[in-house]
């Protein structure tokens, strides 16, 4: 991509990325939620890809992934099996926005997954001695 593309795309990346986030937890009150949420982001994802190419999204998003990943399995287990104990029913508001979050990660990285593999983007790096076409 032209310089002017890669350097709209990083200043409007991070803006993208925080409406896809506000959608995400304002779906309980507004139109929105995790689905729509979802979608933007990874719409965003899929612009900085396409404007800077694979490799550069790994630089960016490779360790925080991992981390971000691993908070969100913590979160949600601890989350499932604390509000049980201290009396919240699943359907409160507070659980809803929650929900909205687990689905919004759910679909964007659903969505995001998506696009690299249909776009033939390699997905995991070839082990030495492994051949073009396995």
Same mark, same amino acid.
């Given at each position: ?9 990083? !200043?409007?990346?991070?803006?993208? #990325?925080? %409406? ?8 309980? $009150? =507004?139109?929105? +939620? ?37 908070? !969100?399995?913590?979160?949600?287990? #601890?989350? %499932? ?8 029913? $699943? =359907?409160?508001? +507070? ?40």
């Amino acid at each position: 991509m032209t310089p002017i593309v890669r350097t709209i795309t990083d !200043l409007l990346i991070g803006f993208i #990325l925080l %409406f896809g986030f506000y959608i995400v937890l304002s779906g309980h $009150l =507004s139109p929105g +939620g995790g689905f729509a949420g979802g979608v933007t982001c990874a719409a965003g994802l899929i612009l900085m890809t396409m404007a800077s190419g694979v490799e550069a999204l790994r630089e960016r998003l490779s360790r925080n992934l991992k981390l971000a990943a691993a908070g !969100l399995v913590a979160c949600t287990l #601890l989350v %499932f099996l604390a509000m049980p104990l201290i009396g919240l029913p $699943l =359907s409160d508001a +507070g659980s809803v926005t929650f929900l909205d979050v687990v689905i919004g990660l759910s679909v964007g990285a659903g969505l995001f997954g998506a696009f690299l593999m249909l776009a033939g983007f390699p997905v995991r790096r070839k082990a030495e001695g492994e051949k073009e076409g396995q």
